[in-house]
């Protein structure tokens, strides 16, 4: 079955620190990969994708790669903000048609400055 | 124009009412969803529609109905509300294919008394 095992948080950065979100995947076939933002009070809005294997994902100075080798797509940023403070999920749709998406549990980020 | 709206954004509501939550997206998207997000953010697919049809029903009480009048609205039904059903719940809406972004509404946090 599809499932993602998403970094457990939280966690507390300060102020343009390195960011390492670690996320792994289980699916069939070859499912495209995804980043969602929550920020407070809000719904979840797309950061990042990739669709193919080596294919990289970058938005707002975030990015993560695709590695079919080891089933993961971790996301990093080089220099948090405080306005970078949110819930980041790492999901997956598989290819079967049913564009479910199926999401981590969520990390929670908080940036101090 | 906000592209998936939902309403009521705040919903409180005493045990063995019956309720429902409103969702329309003007993106002309084939496929519509909720999700339900528990207290430590946790995102659980309910159901999805694509064309007016439920392609996926994970293993939701059947209190829970979601109807959909037309391909722009997914409503979501609850019958004899429990206080485990107090949640945020979403909804979300896509074009057809597994690489394509989904969009998701504000949500509406229901509390139930």
């Known amino acids: 079955g599809n499932s993602v095992t998403q970094m457990e948080g939280p966690v507390t950065l300060s102020e343009e620190a390195f960011l390492t979100i670690n996320c792994t995947y289980t699916?069939?076939?070859?499912?495209?990969l995804f980043w969602y933002v929550q920020y407070p009070g809000e719904g979840l809005q797309l950061l990042l994708k990739a669709t193919k294997a080596d294919d990289k994902g970058s938005n707002k100075g975030f990015e993560a790669t695709y590695r079919k080798e080891t089933t993961s797509f971790h996301l990093e940023k080089g220099s948090v903000q405080v306005s970078d403070s949110a819930v980041y999920f790492c999901a997956l749709t598989d290819q079967t048609g049913a564009n479910n998406l199926f999401f981590g549990t969520g990390t929670r980020l908080t940036v101090i400055p | 124009d906000t592209a998936v709206s939902q309403t009521p954004k705040y919903l409180v509501t005493q045990m063995g009412n019956d309720k429902s939550i409103k969702c329309e997206q003007n993106?002309?998207?084939?496929?519509m969803y909720w999700y339900k997000q528990d207290s430590k953010k946790f995102l659980k697919i309910m159901f999805s529609?694509?064309?007016?049809?439920?392609?996926i029903n994970e293993t939701v009480p059947n209190r829970f109905s979601p109807k959909s009048p037309d391909k722009a609205h997914l409503n979501l039904h609850i019958n004899s509300l429990e206080l485990g059903d107090s949640a945020v719940y979403f909804c979300?809406?896509?074009?057809?294919?597994?690489?394509?972004?989904?969009?998701f509404g504000q949500g509406t946090r229901l509390t139930v008394v």
């Open positions: 979300a809406s896509s074009r057809q294919g597994g690489d394509t972004e989904a969009f």
């Open positions: 699916a069939t076939g070859y499912p495209s």
């Open positions: 529609y694509n064309n007016k049809e439920l392609i």
């Open positions: 993106l002309g998207h084939d496929t």
